[in-house]
């Protein structure tokens, strides 16, 4: 049987009467070249654990059980759960968790995952590779949460809608270029891995898609005196793009024209430039410099 083929998600709907939730982001993949290039572009190796976010009824999940040493996917669906268990069924290092991955503490399951390994082997997993094709309603807050929990993993490798994929991987000075690309690009170096058309999914949304490789960084490249005002400049920021820092940098809670002025000078920065000019060093040394002036 073919997992990824569209006669198998319908023989699969009739079998157990399931019925795909457009509210559950479902656009299930049905090309294997596709599931190759996540697999390939995220870099699973045999001693690598990995952890898949909403495997639906498994096509990514099961190669990603041959090629690496272990695979937790966290499911949403009770639905699909014992689906997964027949489609999963001729692999012995798979486990499916049913559970938002909004609500789920990535770390604690990581730190198990990685303490039972030492035990039965000696070592822990050579790497942790995050996979996925995320259902596109909570795409950001998804990678977000796993960014700002510190997940303790080496990369994350997801499919997203095409202009999530664009802004999050865009430079200064473009349209696309905003908070989100700044958030990411501050914890993880980003790559592109493939673009993907809309038509290989059932059912078919009405966007494009790209998986993107975010690379989480062990050791960032600005040092932030305090990274939540650096979040906070970055959000006011952008939040009026289309105003100079001067008078953006007054959605920043509790600064004054002045402590604004000074702290753009001190940075080096004009304070007639816009927020989508700034590229991330220049945003962590302005929020450096207001952190010294709040
Ligand atoms: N990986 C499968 C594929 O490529 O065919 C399914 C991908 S589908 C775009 C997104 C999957 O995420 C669905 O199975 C959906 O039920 C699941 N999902 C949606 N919201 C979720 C959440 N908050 N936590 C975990 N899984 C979720």
Redesign the pocket.
């Known amino acids: 049987m073919k997992l990824?083929a569209p006669s198998t998600i319908r023989e699969i709907k009739a079998k157990y009467g399931f019925k795909l939730?457009k509210s559950?982001?479902?656009?299930?993949?049905?090309d294997k070249n596709i599931?190759d290039q996540i697999i390939e572009g995220s870099g699973i190796g045999e001693n690598d654990l990995v952890l898949?976010?909403?495997?639906?009824?498994?096509?990514?999940?099961s190669e990603a059980a041959s090629a690496g040493g272990k695979v937790i996917a966290?499911?949403?669906?009770k639905n699909?759960i014992p689906i997964l268990k027949e489609t999963l069924m001729q692999h012995d290092n798979v486990e499916v968790i049913h559970?938002?991955?909004?609500?789920?503490d990535v770390n604690q399951i990581l730190k198990k995952e990685q303490a039972e390994q030492v035990e039965k082997t000696g070592e822990r997993y050579q790497a942790v590779r995050v996979i996925?094709?995320?259902?596109?309603?909570?795409t950001t807050p998804?990678i977000m949460k796993l960014l700002e929990d510190g997940i303790e993993a080496d990369s994350i490798t997801v499919?997203m809608q095409k202009e999530v994929a664009d802004r999050i991987q865009a430079h200064p000075g473009t349209k696309a270029y905003g908070a989100i690309s700044v958030a990411v690009q501050y914890y993880c170096q980003v790559s592109q891995v493939v673009s993907v058309p809309r038509d290989v999914?059932v059912p078919q949304p009405n966007v494009d898609s790209a998986v993107l490789r975010l690379n989480i960084r062990k050791e960032k490249i600005v040092r932030l005196k305090d990274k939540d005002i650096f979040f906070r400049v970055v959000k006011a920021g952008f939040g009026q793009r289309r105003k100079t820092l001067s008078n953006s940098l007054m959605g920043v809670k509790g600064i004054t024209k002045e402590n604004a002025l000074a702290a753009l000078q001190a940075a080096g920065i004009d304070p007639v430039r816009r927020a989508e000019t700034l590229d991330l060093e220049e945003f962590a040394e302005l929020s450096n410099q207001i952190y010294e002036r709040l």
């Open positions: 990824y939730s559950l982001g479902q656009n299930f993949l049905t599931i898949e976010i909403g495997p639906g009824i498994g096509v990514i999940t966290i499911e949403i669906d699909l559970a938002d991955i909004l609500k789920t996925g094709n995320l259902p596109y309603y909570i998804i499919m999914f």
